[in-house]
């Protein structure tokens, strides 16, 4: 039984936005990501993993933000930390200690990290690491994957507007789990092979999330060791949510360079790169630098955000959580006659319907599953976060029932007429 | 009389952040810009127009952190507008209400602005708007200020580290204050000129900073008008601080797209780009967005940030104290023998010694103001904000006044040896 399905203040809200900014709302964001006219446009207020749209509907949040809300909105403990930073001032003519120790802790928790530097946006990361590697190895071609998200920069934007032949100059393209394919952009990288850069596995929009194949992550360490490139591994999405280690971790490899984002300030807007000591005299000759970087809040939440990853073991809870919502979402499609994939970590999970190639059936499970009080994300991957716990689970998956069952009866209503 | 010198803590803490941070501070906070083992390398706290180092020092602030705080520090109001925010939550699957009550209140504000879009850099607003110029002429050249400061990304970046020759494709320099310069560059560009890049003034560092010429921002704007390009004002640095409308209505010019930061939240992690109506499917085109870009705390500090800065005219204020300070910073350097030039706008001065080629002298002041309490960057422009009144200028003054005779001190002392 749907518990709400208007949308008339997200609706109206839009209208405003559309008179004053391009688009109405940009960016991952934007309803024509998601289903327009059947889900909220607009957030009013969080609490843990719920939070509230603009026309007061609850959603139990399987986004966190797209990812940066790992321990839950408004998180008690990550809030006193900054407010207490924030008491002393945040924005000053020099960094803070918030910064020397929260590079002391994030080099000590991300193991193969010889140091650490902090930004406001993963693109920021991505796009200073690649100069890094170009500066390190004095060489040109980046390889990356067909398809694979790395920030809204010139050289990876997914966007199509205002962009120049030569934004993508050097940059050769091969295809996920494929290892003739990256031994054959090595070939054309040949001896300016600067570096390659990866998603630990991959989680474009629209497609099932693939973890990486047996070895291939393997097949490319071994490659760009021989060759002295630099493998840049773009942790945004997944760092901190598989492994306190770094997700590399998760899948036997280890990097040179890594970027992180999303999980490291719950919310708090904080970016990272971590590197290895063989980088660091390259790092220190490449530019970086923006009016709030030195940020103390930020950092200070983040501080407080990896102790209590730690702590509590977040990743541990968080694909048990995602276990247990990833079997019960199958099972719940198969009572009703659907076949599902759920695919991607637990974590970080992701759903499609077996055979469904324009995701109409997922679109229409998130509407049910929004009028139902959840927040699913019907093209890209979702979020699990520490406030995610059994009940939640277990609230989720009688939603989930009463979903399929709706789109079951649709079906055959759609075909009886 | 110097009343304190000491920097202990600071230097012990670079030592541990040289342990894990490249370079032990990056970006333009590095000690190797101002005064190295001379000037303070870490912040502690600040409150209003002061803040205090790790040492216990505390110090006039004429920086306020590079610019964004334009109120002060942990101003009560911004605190108390961002607080409520925070209860409620910031980092959503959607923007808040409180995107489209800035972005209306900002187009309100800034007088050609017909839409506007937020980020969390400088750098992320100035790459977008050069994307919305090519997307909207579809063409590629474009024109910028030898020396002028644009951001960290590789178009623009004063760094040499990790470049490729592509990054500066379709770049055209030309000279600041010589409209026969860009009347060059732009018959260069010829049919495809898509857009020119400017600041409002010329403020890059170890410079006097420049006014425009009569008629030189008018040259520009005729030539674009007539051409079809788009005009780009930077307006991250000055923006705000010297007129409310935009810095452009300072200088009497009009852009198509400006872009904004420093002075938007004070201190709060946000930055903007305005633009006109016949830009705005254009920008619709151009993917941006980042992870925090819907933050709603900043987005609330922003909100009453700009209602204060109209509410208190702090504009005006700013010019006043800086006119204040400016006389008086020449007429002490005056009375112990020194001839100094105050440039750029009163609310963002900056001192230079004439006829001074190495800026020795302009380290040498900074090093003795640092040491009685006062602030000033040795190659960068200051900033007032609107906690600095008439009795911190004067206390200022006192201090300028003890520095320029301790300088004049030991150069007779030099002079002696």
């Known amino acids: 039984m749907p518990s709400h399905n208007q949308y008339k203040q997200s609706r109206s809200l839009f209208e405003r936005a559309a008179a004053v900014i391009p688009g109405g709302i940009y960016g991952h964001t934007t309803p024509a990501n998601m289903v327009p006219g059947e889900m909220p446009y607009f957030a009013e207020r969080g609490s843990g993993c719920r939070y509230w749209d603009v026309d007061g509907n609850s959603y139990l949040d399987y986004m966190c933000g797209y990812g940066p809300i790992v321990l839950g909105h408004v998180h008690p403990e990550i809030e006193e930390a900054a407010e207490r930073q924030r008491r002393d001032g945040d924005c000053f003519n020099h960094p803070t200690a918030r910064m020397v120790e929260l590079a002391e802790r994030f080099t000590g928790l991300v193991d193969f990290a010889d140091w650490a530097v902090f930004g406001k946006n993963g693109s920021d990361m991505t796009s200073w690491a690649v100069q890094v590697a170009r500066e390190h190895t004095r060489r040109k071609k980046l390889l990356m994957v067909r398809g694979a998200y790395h920030g809204t920069h010139a050289w990876c934007t997914p966007g199509k507007g205002g962009l120049l032949p030569e934004d993508r100059a050097h940059i050769i393209t091969f295809e996920w789990n494929d290892a003739a394919s990256f031994e054959s952009a090595v070939k054309i990288a040949g001896d300016d092979f600067a570096a390659v850069i990866v998603t630990p596995y991959h989680h474009p ?211 009886a007429a």
């Not at 005299?281 to 530019?287: D, I, L, S």
């Not at 995602?322 to 999970?349: C, N």
């Not at 927040?375 to 976060?385: I, K, V």
Request: charged share 20%; aromatic share 10%; proline share 5%.
């Open 205 to 415: 929009l629209y497609t099932e999330n693939l973890l990486p194949a047996p070895s291939f992550m393997q097949t490319i360490e071994a490659s760009w060791h021989k060759r002295g490139a630099v493998l840049i591994l773009d942790d945004i999405r997944a760092g901190f949510r598989l492994d306190l280690a770094g997700s590399h971790r998760a899948f036997g490899f280890t990097p040179d360079l890594a970027c992180y984002c999303k999980a490291l300030g719950n919310g708090h807007p904080i970016s990272a790169t971590a590197g290895r000591a063989s980088l660091k005299a390259a790092a220190g000759r490449v530019f970086l630098t923006g009016s709030y970087w030195n940020g103390a809040v930020a950092m200070a939440a983040a501080m407080k955000n990896l102790e209590i990853l730690e702590r509590d073991q977040v990743p541990a809870h968080l694909e048990k959580m995602g276990r247990l919502l990833a079997d019960g979402l199958v099972s719940a499609a198969e009572r009703h006659g659907w076949k599902i994939t759920m695919s991607g970590p637990p974590a970080i999970p992701f759903l499609t319907f077996n055979g469904e190639r324009y995701f109409y059936q997922n679109q229409a499970f998130s509407v049910e599953m929004a009028k139902r009080g959840v927040f699913f994300h019907p093209h890209h991957n979702w979020f699990l976060c520490a406030a995610h716990g059994p009940e939640e689970i277990a609230e989720t998956l009688v939603a989930a029932d009463e979903a399929f069952a709706s789109m079951k009866a649709v079906t055959q209503e759609s075909a």
